[in-house]
């Protein structure tokens, strides 16, 4: 992947990049499509299939070498997640919560003895991780948020809820964002790291969920619960800056999600639309299905464009802002539009459960309310060019 120039964005890829792309790609279709639909009906984390992610070294693909890490970039991460998300959206959910949330979290902000402790077991797959930033009062408004960390002699008491919290009970280690001087509002929310098992750290509800049913989703309760402040990532008050930042990563591989479930929208109703036949001829020989897949085509390549111009920017150390939020407000939309036509193409058959463009309607509403809903990123977007 490269830039020519300063304004000239050029998507190609590398053979190593390839080889990393062909490699989770035949992974999903050899371990990941025969079994999909049994993990989202049943709504059971993939623990075997996210441990074989790890032994291909993809669990902690933005994390360094000498922490057990692949070391690679945005670039390898942005193409795991979209050729995961072409098979199954919510594995690949998890792959990328767990990759771009928790371990980044630690992987940017936390010090050295942190890093040391905690990343080669996410990385490597043994431990899963979660990030506890939502909370039941508290969504797109996160300086808003109610848990609190109450420093006692050398630990912190935090007290409180989190909710929507991704792999909140397989998770073994979860970064926790908590206040921890209210007066300060947003400059005083401050990061923690919680291991599980933590005396008043639990599990709370698990969601029923719509869609990503794969990818587990549930309450954490803090109760007095006591953290070491060795485990306080970087000082307090700078939780929050920390947080915006990884979702302006997170956008990043939510866009490249969205870019994968589009493709994967994509490659069933085409296939659909060659084998099924109506007044004797393929839906394919039908103007108004051809447009539909046309356009389908377009949004795809338009959102993969954008996701990996952000993703190149990112790499090069560039502020992203504005770039992250239009590739993941354009991607999501794009991947919705894509879902609903593809159901459409299908008709009937859309609406059950043999085919996989089912599944993919009910996932990809999350992708325009999860790292930022549409409308948050659309002003994040308006507030560049009007401030700029």
């Known amino acids: 992947m490269r830039n020519s120039s300063e304004n000239n964005f050029i998507l190609e890829f590398t053979e190593e990049q390839e080889l990393i ?7 999903g ?25 790890g032994e291909l070294g993809f669990m902690g693909i933005l994390v360094p070498e000498k922490y057990n890490g692949a070391g690679l970039s945005y670039i390898e991460y942005a193409l795991v997640v979209e050729e995961l998300a072409v098979i199954d959206p919510a594995i690949s959910l998890s792959l990328a919560a767990h990759n771009g949330l928790c371990t980044n979290h630690i992987n940017l ?33 996160a300086a808003a948020m109610q848990t609190t960390a109450v420093k006692s002699g050398n630990k912190y008491i935090l007290n409180g809820t989190k909710n929507f919290i991704t792999h909140g009970g397989v998770g073994s280690i979860a970064v926790v964002m908590a206040v921890t001087d209210k007066g300060k509002k947003k400059k005083g929310i401050s990061a923690f790291i919680v291991e599980k098992g933590t005396e008043g750290f ?17 309450q954490l309760i803090f109760e007095n619960c006591e953290v070491s402040e060795e485990n306080l990532i970087g000082i307090e008050g700078e939780g929050f800056t920390q947080a915006m930042k990884i979702l302006e990563g997170g956008r990043i591989s939510i866009a490249a999600l969205s870019v994968g479930l589009a493709q994967g929208c994509f490659n069933s109703a085409l296939q659909y639309s060659k ?16 447009f539909k897949l046309t356009e389908i085509a377009t949004d795809i390549e338009a959102a993969r464009l954008l996701t990996y111009k952000a993703a190149s920017m990112k790499n090069e150390g560039k502020n992203i802002n504005k770039e992250a939020a239009m590739a993941k407000l354009f991607a999501s939309e794009a991947a919705t539009r894509a879902a609903n036509e593809a159901v459409q193409i299908f008709g009937g058959y859309g609406f059950v459960k043999d085919y996989p463009v089912e599944k ?8 325009t309310i999860g790292e930022g809903t549409s409308e948050i990123n659309k002003i994040v977007i308006a507030r560049d060019f009007l401030n700029g």
């Open 21 to 27: 792309r062909n490699t989770i790609r035949d992974f």
């Open 29 to 53: 279709n050899e371990r990941i499509k025969p079994e999909f639909m049994k993990y989202d009906e049943n709504q059971e984390f993939p623990a075997d299939i996210m441990r074989e992610i």
């Open 109 to 141: 902000f936390a010090n050295e003895s942190q890093k040391e402790k905690y990343l080669p077991l996410l990385a490597s797959g043994k431990q899963i991780g979660a990030w506890a930033l939502t909370e039941p009062s508290s969504g797109s408004d």
């Open 202 to 218: 639990k599990v709370g509800k698990k969601e029923n969920k719509l869609g990503m049913r794969a990818s587990e989703t549930t």
């Open 275 to 290: 084998e099924r036949h109506q007044f004797n001829r393929p839906l394919s020989d039908f103007q108004g299905i051809q």
């Open 360 to 367: 993919f309607y009910r996932d990809v509403k999350l992708l």
